[in-house]
């Protein structure tokens, strides 16, 4: 099993930045990639961002490049996800996740990850 657990959210103004963090524990080993979803009041769990684990390869979701940039601690097993110039309409509960090894085009796909953490709220004000 693999547990993971994020920090870092809150309340923020807009224009102002967060950095996310998820720390994993456990078998990761077993972590091939990691990703950030987030799911806002009403609307599905989306993809925002994934970081492979064997080559540090990125990915992003066409609404978050430029503004949001995933990276990794290898040697404290956490993700980061920083988020700059934010909007009110990045409020959102953000979730980070694992999943074994799978092709990147899956990587956008949340019922790829197979470990979920509990979820860090950010709110943004305008």
């Known amino acids: 099993q693999v547990q993971l657990v994020e920090s870092g959210g809150g309340l923020v103004q807009a224009g102002g930045s967060l950095r996310l963090s998820c720390a994993a524990s456990?078998?990761?080993?077993?972590?091939?990639?990691m990703g950030w979803f987030r799911q806002a009041p009403g609307k599905e769990r989306t993809f925002v961002a994934a970081?492979?684990?064997?080559?540090?390869?990125?990915y992003y979701a066409d609404s978050v490049k430029g503004r949001f940039t995933i990276s990794r601690d290898n040697a404290k097993n956490t993700v980061y996800l920083q988020i700059d110039s934010l909007k009110p309409e990045d409020t959102a509960v953000y979730y980070c996740?694992?999943?074994?090894?799978?092709?990147?085009?899956?990587?956008?796909?949340?019922?790829?990850?197979?470990?979920w953490g509990q979820g860090t709220q950010v709110t943004v004000s305008s």
């Open positions: 996740a694992a999943a074994r090894p799978v092709a990147p085009n899956y990587y956008s796909d949340y019922e790829t990850y197979g470990y």
């Open positions: 456990g078998r990761t080993f077993s972590i091939y990639v």
């Open positions: 970081i492979r684990w064997s080559d540090d390869s990125t």
